[in-house]
């Protein structure tokens, strides 16, 4: 698949990691450090703009090294680029952790999934099919 893309940034376009990674880094573009306090969130800039194919969307998501090591994630994750947004991509981080992390230019701070996705369409309906689990929900499929 061919997505139309605007690198305004200082920085290389996103890229796969590995030849097998389902998603793209997405590098902070920014002009100087960002330091977010424990428990703060902040918009990061990367200077990407796409244009993806109606039908597809961008999903916005945490890089697991940040989660784990330093406590820093995706505040809505994932957060969904539309096919007919032509913004700037930005990444709302959140801080989780204790400590004050420091946010540099070019440091990867998400990685982005392009997914084909559908379109619902409501059917009303005065009830719904009958199944095992019923209306059980939060936990109520157990622990193992």
């Known amino acids: ?35 977010l306090k424990s428990l703060a ?15 597809f969307e961008a999903q916005i998501r945490p890089r697991s090294g940040l989660a784990f090591k330093n406590g820093v994630t995706v505040l809505n994750s994932p957060g969904t680029i539309d096919a007919d947004y032509r913004g700037e991509l930005k990444v709302i981080l959140v801080n989780l952790s204790t400590e004050d992390f420091i946010i540099n230019d070019g440091e990867r ?13 409501w059917l009303e309906v005065e009830q719904l099919e009958e199944s095992k689990r019923g209306e059980g929900g939060f936990g109520s499929t157990g622990k193992k």
Do not use: C, W
Not at 41 to 50: A, E, K, Q, W
């Open 1 to 35: 698949m061919k997505i139309k893309i605007i690198n305004t940034s200082k920085h290389e376009l996103p890229s796969y990691a590995t030849a097998a990674a389902a998603g793209f880094d997405l590098r902070a573009n920014i002009s100087e450090p960002i330091i």
């Open 41 to 55: 969130r902040t918009l990061v800039s990367t200077g990407i703009f796409i244009e993806l194919p109606i039908g």
């Open 109 to 121: 701070v998400a990685q982005m999934v392009v997914a084909k996705h559908e379109q619902a369409e």
